[in-house]
């Protein structure tokens, strides 16, 4: 999922500054997750917008926000409410921010469309309702194959991937000492696996125009541009 | 003069360490900087002095003009090179200008992060890792960079790393010293040690590797400065007994403490290795005082590096 954490109520009020009528769109995808984007977060802003005197015209949240059909399902049925909005606040991860402008213009509006959160990556949930962390930074040539199935591009600081710096200390790594050395990680589960020989191989350089932005995916041609 | 030749004449190869100030070396400005100072002081008593790269992750003078500040004091300069802050793109030209600047020694690392140093929102760029340097640079003193596009003049630069024997497990960090060393690296500089058996450990582990390894040691300033170094600095672990040490003396009498207790390790510790690399962080002059005590019982050393 894309982890995303709620703006301060300041700036999403500065954000809507100029804007009486609002509508608010969540996204019952990713961002009801991390419980900054469902239903529930939904009615909670629209309440905190009503108190400071915003008129509420739309509360909506797509099954999931970022795929444009699902929005549309949600959306085009309250049109009418979209068109009397002065701005649009979206509690959802940048990319469904992006779809949600997509759906507007799509049904002929032109209207501001603004984001309550800040997305913060491509999350796991490691316990649900709690805890998520980053795992893959989505590099385009994935190597979980030779490192024990543990990401050093996303969970090594410096995404070393000949081995650990001289940094760690107690097995934690230099940045963060709450957070594991993700080389000792990998050691300890290729030596589990019997297969620390595989570490010892030379990784080349990443090639790091396949992360080059914006990537886009034919999904039909199974293609990456 | 590149490092490998005293090495290869089986010279016990002394090296200390500067850090560029946060500033500029212009000649012309009649101004002698900190870190030209301390190197001058080094002068015939070292083969070589690093010269950091941004150490810490602080911004500061670079390491190629501040390298050239010294080669121009007729100063032998390793200049040190880490991951940290530039593409493969920068630090292939790097190598190209050391090289062209006249320096003959380079140090491949890959670089404190950027959030331990004073520019905590900078991008870090990590984008190669210090093995991948290693490779790169022995590539270019080949005549080709990383694409293998021919260079009109190769470098020829000598080629050192880094390794930690305090890291655990010691394995990993071995192996990743191997591959520093298939890589392209001729010496060794190690992170500091305190602790004479974990290095007589490390050493005993690396005896087939055939290359080089110089014993590190930061020089110790005071019973804070070993405390703060075991909370804040990772990788690294100060006894007991040297922050009671310079403790229990008055504060003009640390230098004379911090040279006496640097003396002792590096007297029971080098002879397992074919160098010592000293991190004064300013105290040059207790690297002075600390080669001559060494220099009185060389033939110690010597007799120790043959057996």
Redesign the interface.
């Known amino acids: 999922m894309i982890g995303t954490t709620q703006k301060p109520l300041e700036e999403i009020l500065a954000a809507l500054a100029e804007y009486q009528k609002i509508a608010v769109v969540g996204c019952d995808g990713c961002a009801k997750v991390c419980l900054t984007g469902g239903s529930e977060q939904v009615e909670e802003l629209a309440g905190r917008l009503r108190k400071e005197g915003k008129r509420v015209v739309l509360e909506a949240t797509p099954e999931r926000t970022c795929y444009v059909d699902k929005s549309h399902t949600k959306l085009d049925p309250y049109v009418d409410q979209l068109t009397e909005a002065e701005a649009v606040i979206v509690l959802g991860c940048g990319g469904a921010v992006q779809i949600t402008r997509q759906v507007t213009e799509e049904l002929g509006l032109t209207i501001p469309v603004k984001t309550a959160l800040d997305s913060v990556g491509h999350m796991d949930t490691l316990v649900s309702g709690e805890l998520a962390m980053e795992q893959c930074q989505e590099c385009g040539e994935c190597i979980l194959n030779e490192t024990g199935g543990i990401c050093p591009v996303t969970k090594c600081?410096?995404?070393?991937?000949?081995?650990?710096?001289?940094?760690?200390?107690?097995?934690?790594c230099?940045?963060d000492?709450q957070r594991d050395c993700a080389?000792?990680l990998i050691?300890n589960r290729m030596a589990a696996l019997g297969e620390?020989d595989k570490?010892?191989r030379?990784?080349?350089?990443k090639d790091?125009s396949k992360m080059a932005k914006p990537r886009i995916l034919n999904i039909k041609e199974k293609k990456v541009a | 003069m590149k490092l490998s030749k005293y090495y290869n004449r089986g010279e016990f190869v002394i090296t200390s360490e500067v850090g560029p100030v946060k500033g500029c070396v212009r000649p012309s400005d009649g101004h002698t900087p900190a870190c030209l100072a301390e190197a001058t002081l080094l002068q015939n008593r070292v083969h070589a002095i690093n010269v950091t790269d941004n150490q810490s992750a602080v911004m500061r003078l670079g390491s190629l003009a501040a390298s050239v500040a010294l080669k121009r004091e007729g100063l032998e300069p390793i200049y040190q090179l880490t991951?940290?802050d530039r593409n493969?793109i920068a630090l292939q030209s790097s190598l190209l200008n050391t090289y062209s600047f006249g320096i003959d020694n380079v140090l491949c690392l890959?670089?404190?992060?950027t959030?331990?140093g004073d520019h905590k929102s900078a991008k870090?760029v990590?984008?190669?890792?210090?093995?991948?340097l290693l490779?790169i640079a022995r590539g270019m003193n080949a005549g080709h960079d990383?694409m293998g596009n021919a260079l009109t003049q190769p470098t020829d630069l000598c080629l050192g790393a880094?390794?930690?024997p305090?890291?655990?497990?010691l394995d990993?960090?071995l192996?990743?010293m191997?591959?520093k060393i298939?890589?392209g690296a001729e010496f060794f500089q190690t992170?500091a040690v305190y602790d004479p058996k974990r290095f007589e450990t490390f050493v005993r582990k690396t005896e087939g590797f055939g290359v080089p390894i110089q014993y590190g040691i930061v020089i110790v300033k005071s019973p804070q400065m070993g405390k703060f170094m075991n909370a804040n600095v990772?990788?690294i672990t100060v006894p007991d007994w040297i922050i009671d040490e310079m403790g229990s003396v008055a504060k003009a009498d640390r230098r004379q403490k911090a040279a006496e207790i640097t003396t002792r390790l590096v007297k029971e510790i080098a002879p397992m290795v074919q160098g010592v690399h000293f991190m004064p962080l300013g105290w040059s002059d207790v690297v002075v005082e600390v080669v001559a005590a060494i220099k009185a019982s060389e033939g110690d050393l010597v007799q120790a590096v043959g057996a």
């Open positions: 600081a410096k995404g070393l991937l000949n081995g650990p710096c001289g940094g760690a200390e107690s097995g934690k230099e940045v000492p080389w000792i050691y620390l570490l010892k030379f990784m080349a350089p790091y | 991951c940290r493969r890959t670089g404190d992060h959030s331990l870090a990590f984008d190669i890792d210090s093995v991948q490779k990383m880094v390794v930690n305090n890291f655990d497990p990993l960090q192996m990743k191997e591959k298939e890589a992170q990772s990788g």
